[in-house]
């Protein structure tokens, strides 16, 4: 049966659209150096294998780190290095070195991947923090600046987070900076052999100041006492800051 054009017209009327935006695409990271009071993150290097095997293999390192990674562990320094040269030429993706400044030693690493300027969308990932930097002040912080970059100095609209849903550390470090859980991808992946399940977490730029004011008073001094034991929790500063956030909303949709 032939239908009208006034009623096509009609249904397509009454189907909901996202938002309008003014929307142009953003710059994508350019590898240049991030420093914070505790941390540095800089491009990484093809001369930081050595050091990276070191802190990331026994009997110097926990080869445990590369567990849900899709890489290592290496059998040695050199095949790091040839990762790394691998990894310098990709086009997707943009990898840092961490160092602690207190050492300034390599300590990690860290990388922007699945950039899409175009729709403002990054994600942080293939992360891995030797001991020595696991839990501590400069690994928060190395969150941080890597958030704080993309958000306010690229301008992106989404920050994603994704992880081997069985990596439960992985899945508490996400909650705990900031990031919402938006849902589990079964099968999504084969890594090493192996069946992965992907957990998907993301911030969105309307979450960013609440949870960058939450990262702020968390590394504010004034939140640690004289050992470096936190007085308050990033989950409480972010929790706090997320709640004034939503108030001041609530009242500015007050009649």
């Given at each position: ?75 040695n ?22 160092l ?5 030693r ?20 293939h ?21 704080r970059?993309?958000f ?9 987070w994704?992880?081997?849903a ?6 508490r470090?996400?909650e ?41 008073r ?38």
């Amino acid at each position: 049966m032939r239908r009208s054009g006034r009623v096509r017209g009609s249904v397509a009327r009454e189907r909901p659209l996202g938002a309008e935006l003014q929307w142009t695409a953003v710059e994508r990271p350019d590898g240049a150096p991030m420093r914070g009071s505790h941390v540095l993150l800089r491009p990484l290097e093809t001369a930081d294998a050595e050091p990276l095997y070191s802190v990331s293999h026994p009997p110097g390192g926990d080869a445990a780190v590369w567990t849900y990674l899709p890489d290592g562990p290496y059998e040695n320094p050199e095949q790091l290095r040839q990762t790394i040269a691998w990894a310098q030429g990709l086009d997707d993706r943009v990898y840092y070195t961490i160092l602690e400044l207190r050492e300034e030693r390599p300590s990690g690493w860290a990388s922007y991947l699945r950039i899409k300027p175009e729709f403002g969308v990054v994600e942080i990932g293939h992360i891995w923090f030797a001991p020595a930097l696991q839990r501590t002040t400069a690994a928060t912080e190395a969150i941080f600046l890597l958030a704080r970059h993309a958000f306010d100095d690229l301008g992106y609209r989404r920050l994603e987070w994704k992880c081997n849903a069985l990596n439960a550390a992985s899945r508490r470090a996400a909650e705990r900076f900031g990031f919402s859980l938006e849902g589990v991808f079964r099968q999504h992946q084969v890594i090493k052999g192996r069946n992965r399940d992907t957990a998907w977490y993301a911030i969105t730029d309307d979450e960013w100041p609440a949870i960058r004011l939450g990262f702020e008073r968390w590394l504010d001094p004034q939140n640690f006492d004289a050992r470096g034991q936190q007085l308050r929790s990033l989950r409480e500063t972010i929790a706090e800051a997320r709640a004034v956030s939503e108030a001041a909303r609530g009242s500015t949709r007050a009649p």
